[in-house]
């Protein structure tokens, strides 16, 4: 066998001779002892897998945790070591996730051996790991211990918080586990303090939800709790019956929690005793402790003792009474254990009175007496305690209530809000689509009369051009003419043409969209004066400021602008007479609504006045240039000017008003 099998060896026969020093019984129960062999034997895999696996790794780290949690269930004493070493591998190692697990299985550790002041580093350590990583069911086990704690050390209502801390986080999962857990330790903090109503309200919640998602180690406490419960309320028979389905219970999970096995036969024994029943309760007694001096469980072993030294009273034999109390005050002082020394004086007094020893037997019951009345004290402190808390605990619910209740208004106020709003948005919604689709009617309108427009002026103008064309060529083929003639024609069907593909390209230009911005439509107005004044003569002279803005013309006024200068342009050739040359000036004129106005001027002579005042007829030509102009929104004049010549002057705004949208047919 290996050195640790030697050592255990060593150590059960320690065991055996203390307990056959205290009069206990050597044969274990078959289902204990099977168990108990099952859990050495884990114990040496595991043993036997670390020394293969020296890697101070992850894997080590995981299994000196399982290591320590097997060792913990017979032999709290030796599980210190690896544990230890396990959170100090993890630091190294850098393994955050299981730092948290093996911190809080040292603080059991310590727990268990009673070592209060130890506990709570690594405790507050491994609650700040589990906060970190939102670790739900770490931080609700970390509460938890500190429940355990302050329940060993007789602050039963700061223990109380704790589990009602815990319990108020949430609980799905794994997390459903641990808060079942904490609902049976308040209920034992309940029984303790004598609410034993809110006691049984939660071992029966707990039962409940155990049952439903099969938790057979829940259920083995809740048994268990049940019989405290009803052993505090001097029910000893039904107090019997639950700590023996807690102990059946437990022979049926797979890895029990031996610690609470061994809490149940202590407690099994105690009843028995309790009912008379003497002789049943001296093996059990015996069994418990043995299994409890095995494990140094160093909180059961001196009620055992003094359990044992009652049982050996009762059956007359009051030499190991005081043999067994003796033990049992050693074991109490070694454990602070108020509760140890009170049971174990309470023997030795009536031990030591059961043979004559008068004396020795005042001095015990005057001791008795004392840790009696420091018991009482404290359970009166406890209790007061436990009223202060659980009225803090109604007015912190009421609060709660009441924060609710606020709660309930504030959301009905944000759903009425929100209500309010969404109707808006609505209400906008609604408006913007109404909106929308006026703006896209007024656009189909508009492109409605533009293509219209466009229509009227392609048949207006290209139309009958073409119509020209194709008269003259039909006398032409007819051959009426003579050669001069036909040569007058041909010229007539060139200029007819040419005056075609104009028409056609001013259209395919005013459609462009790469043309919107006024230096493109400066540019196509030298074009076609070039074009056609060029042919008939005449000098064109331009005078463009330089400091024009690169302004985005709307299609409307692009146009209209255009069309305005073609047909002065027209009517230049057309009636004036004798003119030379042709000034086409644009000027910039800013204000609040920026404006264009644009001048055409020959320099014809003047002819005698009409009746208009004009000097010359001013035809459809004229009226369309208004027409036009008043479309976008600007005006048009006309008029012979002093010293020769005539002159057109349109003034439109760059930013057409609401009513040039409304496009008019030119007449």
């Known amino acids: 066998m290996a050195v640790y099998g030697r050592y255990l060896l060593a150590f059960r026969t320690s065991v055996a001779v203390i307990c056959g020093l205290l009069g206990v019984g050597a044969g274990l129960p078959r289902q204990a002892a099977a168990q108990t062999s099952a859990a050495f034997q884990r114990i040496d895999s595991l043993k036997n897998l670390l020394r293969s696996h020296s890697q101070g790794d992850t894997v080590r780290v995981e299994l000196l945790c399982d290591l320590g949690d097997e060792l913990m269930e017979v032999d709290a004493g030796e599980a210190g070591p690896f544990r230890r070493e396990a959170v100090g591998l993890a630091r190294r190692v850098g393994y955050r996730d299981f730092l948290a697990e093996a911190l809080l299985n040292l603080a059991d550790y310590h727990i268990a051996l009673a070592q209060y002041d130890s506990a709570c580093l690594p405790l507050q350590e491994s609650r700040r790991e589990f906060t970190r990583l939102h670790d739900l069911g770490g931080q609700m086990r970390g509460l938890g211990r500190l429940a355990r704690i302050a329940d060993q050390q007789g602050r039963l209502a700061e223990a109380l918080d704790y589990c009602l801390r815990g319990m108020a986080i949430s609980s799905t999962g794994n997390e459903r586990r641990f808060h079942t857990s904490l609902k049976i ?103 418990a402790l043995h299994e409890a001096a095995e494990a140094q469980d160093v909180l059961l072993v001196p009620q055992l003792l003094a359990l044992l030294g009652r049982t050996w009273l009762h059956q007359g034999r009051p030499d190991s009474a005081l043999a067994y109390a003796t033990r049992g005050r050693q074991a109490s002082a070694q454990a602070r254990s108020l509760e140890g020394l009170h049971s174990a004086y309470e023997v030795l007094a009536q031990a030591h009175a059961a043979q004559g020893n008068w004396a020795a037997a005042y001095q015990d019951q005057r001791r008795f007496d004392t840790y009696n009345d420091s018991l009482h004290g404290a359970d009166v402190s406890r209790r007061t305690a436990a009223l202060r808390f659980n009225h803090a605990a109604a007015q912190h619910r009421a609060e709660l209530q009441l924060l609710g209740q606020q709660e309930e208004l504030a959301r009905l106020r944000q759903q009425r809000l929100a209500a309010g709003l969404l109707v808006l948005l609505l209400l906008a919604t609604m408006g913007g689509t109404a909106l929308l689709w006026r703006y896209r009617q007024h656009q189909r309108r508009r492109e409605t009369a533009l293509r ?162 004009t000097g010359r007829r001013s035809g459809h030509g004229l009226r369309n240039m208004a027409t036009r102009a008043e479309a976008m929104g600007g005006a048009a004049t006309a008029g012979s000017v002093t010293g020769g010549g005539f002159r057109v002057q349109v003034a439109v705004p760059l930013a057409s008003p609401r009513r040039a949208f409304g496009l008019k047919k030119s007449a």
């Not at 998602?213 to 505090?232: F, H, K, S, V």
């Open 185 to 287: 330790h308040a209920a034992s903090l309940y029984t303790r303090l004598g609410e034993f109503g809110s006691a049984r309200q939660y071992l029966q919640e707990a039962l409940a939800i155990a049952r439903h998602y099969d938790y057979p180690d829940r259920i083995n406490l809740i048994m268990a709790e049940l019989g405290e419960l009803n052993r505090a309320q001097g029910n000893w028979a039904e107090a019997r019956r639950f700590y023996g389905l807690s102990i059946a219970v437990s022979h049926r999970i797979a890895v029990a929690d031996q610690a609470t096995v061994r809490t149940m036969r202590f407690h099994l024994a105690d009843v028995t005793e309790r009912l008379g029943d003497h002789a049943t309760a001296l093996p059990l007694a015996r069994t």
């Open 452 to 613: 219209n427009t466009l229509a009227a002026d392609l048949h207006d103008d290209v139309g009958t051009l073409l119509s020209q064309i194709s008269l003259q060529s039909s006398l032409l083929q007819e051959g009426l003419a003579d050669a001069a003639g036909q040569r007058q024609q041909l010229g007539e069907i060139t200029e007819a043409s040419r005056s075609a593909v104009r028409q056609l390209n001013d259209v395919v230009w005013s459609l462009d969209a790469h043309n919107d911005h006024l230096p493109d439509l400066l540019d196509r107005m030298r074009d076609y004066a070039y074009e056609v004044l060029g042919l008939a003569g005449l000098t064109v002279t331009f005078d463009f400021p330089a400091d024009l803005p690169d302004q985005r013309l709307s299609v409307l006024l692009r146009r209209n602008l255009y069309l305005i200068y073609k047909e002065s342009l027209h009517n230049v050739l057309k009636h004036a007479a004798g003119a030379t040359a042709v000034a086409v000036r644009l000027r910039y004129v800013a204000s609040s609504l920026p404006q264009l106005v644009l001048e055409v001027q020959d320099n014809a002579p003047s002819p005698a006045p009409t009746q208009d005042g």
